[in-house]
């Protein structure tokens, strides 16, 4: 494949479209690629790209107005509908919803007051540490830690972004514990997909392993946890969802009531048509791995895998996974600065590679792929720093653009 690369430089190759070119790029290996792309400009720069989706990428701070006001224990909470991000707000006296279009110039953080439905009023329960996703133009708020009682909720509320209208749902059979730092993901036109959090019970907080699928035209949760390989308990994960299926990584496990752990730096699958889950198995010594028989659902992957890490973003570039940023515990040694590294899992390939983002800050975050104009694409970053004290917002650019 490369002698194909080299016979066809000359003969134009370079006018074939992208996605042709990143096809017969995907039938080489990694370090075949790596050499490929040391023979030239153009390829070094293509290579990057299908790799990467990015050659030199660094981290740019977004210049936004009306961002002062936008609590830091919120950056979990944004949702992004039709090039808009929507970040609630339950707060004590009068929510609010901030919006931000990133088709417009220059950027403004827009407040806008929510109302609530009638019979949403006398029962409103205003929280932190929510899970949010959006189907349509409705963005679906589960749980938190209310913020007068500090006592976790099960309340799942449902607000329409052309009104700000804010709407609970009826509790069904079947709902969810009460909980807070979990995750909510939209996986169809109609359901969502809960996973884990931080649960208490007699004054103790614990975590949770549990799956549910909420189906919003029956108002009906489903278990889904109950195979019998599953991901262990966590919080403050990240998840992500893609082709039909719910990514899981990373998150705090907690033990006690003091004593805190990350979580294993593996990466769950949850195929929703199949009903089963599956894990990339990230380990270091591949020849003691080798002599083991792993359950059929593990996969091995190489490269340079992500340490535990809690608070991280997760997101799809091109048919990779990458995992950006969060509170991290590095456990290699060689790696200075690790937390400018986003990390990139091909599935195909079952591989690891990572790249660095010039200048990028030590932030707990969550990241949306933006088109701020027609053929360019940015990584936007809403994220906090570790002690909470400011809210962090900004881009990941190429700069070398080669979109």
Not at 79 to 100: D, Q, T
Not at 105 to 119: A, G, Q
Not at 155 to 182: A, C, D
Not at 240 to 264: A, E, I, W
């Amino acid at each position: 494949m490369s002698r194909l690369f080299s016979s066809f430089k000359n003969d134009n190759i370079s006018r074939l479209p992208n996605e042709i070119l990143y096809n017969l790029l995907d039938q080489l290996d990694d370090k075949d690629q790596q050499y490929l792309s040391l023979t030239c400009r153009w390829l070094y720069r293509l290579i990057r790209m299908n790799r990467f989706g990015a050659v030199s990428p660094a981290w740019e701070d977004a210049e936004i107005s009306g961002s002062e006001g936008l609590p830091a224990s919120s950056y979990r909470d944004g949702v992004f509908i039709n090039g808009i991000l929507y970040i609630p707000i339950l707060a004590k006296e009068s929510p609010y919803c901030w919006s931000l279009e990133f088709v417009r110039s220059p950027l403004v953080l827009i407040r806008n007051p929510i109302k609530f439905e009638h019979d949403t009023k006398d029962h409103y329960e205003p929280c932190k540490f929510a899970a949010t996703a959006a189907i349509g133009n409705v963005i679906y708020i589960f749980g938190g830690q209310n913020l007068c009682t500090e006592r976790l909720t099960n309340t799942l509320y449902e607000l329409n972004v052309n009104t700000f209208e804010l709407r609970q749902i009826q509790k069904s059979h079947m709902i969810p514990k009460p909980r807070m730092l979990h995750t909510l993901n939209s996986i169809d036109h109609y359901r969502l997909a809960l996973f884990g959090g931080k649960l208490e019970m007699n004054g103790h907080f614990y975590n949770a392993k549990e799956l549910a699928v909420y189906d919003t035209r029956k108002n009906e949760w489903t278990r889904c946890d109950e195979t019998k390989c599953t991901p262990f308990s966590r919080s403050n994960h990240s998840t992500m969802f893609t082709n039909g299926k719910l990514y899981v990584y990373g998150g705090q496990k907690t033990r006690s009531r003091s004593n805190r752990t990350h979580d294993d730096p593996d990466i769950w699958v949850y195929d929703v048509l199949r009903l089963e889950w599956q894990k990339f198995l990230n380990y270091e010594n591949e020849r003691f791995m080798s002599t083991i028989e792993l359950p059929e659902n593990w996969i091995p992957t190489s490269g340079a895998s992500p340490s535990r890490r809690c608070g991280a973003a997760i997101l799809p570039i091109r048919n990779h996974l990458a995992i950006l940023g969060g509170n991290e515990i590095c456990e290699s040694k060689n790696e200075n600065r690790s937390w400018e590294f986003i990390k990139i899992l091909s599935p195909k390939k079952r591989t690891w590679a990572h790249i660095r983002i010039k200048g990028m800050p030590l932030i707990d975050c969550v990241a949306f792929m933006i088109d701020r104009k027609i053929g360019t694409k940015n990584i936007f970053v809403l994220g906090k720093n570790k002690n909470e004290e400011k809210l962090i917002m900004g881009w990941i650019k190429d700069t070398m653009n080669n979109n």
